[in-house]
């Protein structure tokens, strides 16, 4: 049974910072992803992290702000979020690819297993 626990959400001032935790278990993955929906849109892509080579790639949106990192022995995924911006208020979600593909997956689509998300509240 797969599962993605993510932790770490809260309201923070506009310019704070959150991090936020996935941890994985129940089957082989290639592949974390962050993704993040505030209400009445659509889910966005925020960050994603290939498992073995750990490489990384971001939309600009938070390029630059935001760092995903990983933990292989607990198989936990991370994203430092700084100068955070009220903006990106959302729930945030983690998601698994579990097959590999030569490319950044950047569609909700594309993922395969989905976390419960974490809300992250900036206020002004």
């Known amino acids: 049974q797969v599962q993605l626990v993510e932790s770490g959400g809260g309201l923070v001032q506009a310019g704070g910072s959150l991090r936020l935790s996935c941890a994985a278990s129940?089957?082989?993955?290639?592949?974390l992803g962050w993704f993040r929906q505030a209400p009445g849109k659509d889910r966005e892509f925020v960050a994603t992290?290939?498992?073995?080579?750990?490489?990384?790639y971001y939309p600009p949106s938070v390029k630059g702000r935001f760092t995903i990192s990983r933990d292989n022995a607990k198989n936990t995924m991370f994203l430092q979020m700084n100068s955070l911006k009220p903006d990106d208020t959302a729930t945030y979600y983690c998601a698994m690819k579990t097959a590999y593909k030569n490319y950044f997956p950047t569609r909700a689509a594309e993922y395969d297993y989905w976390g419960q998300g974490t809300q992250v509240t900036v206020s002004s």
């Open positions: 992290i290939k498992w073995d080579s750990g490489s990384t």
């Open positions: 129940g089957r082989a993955f290639s592949t």
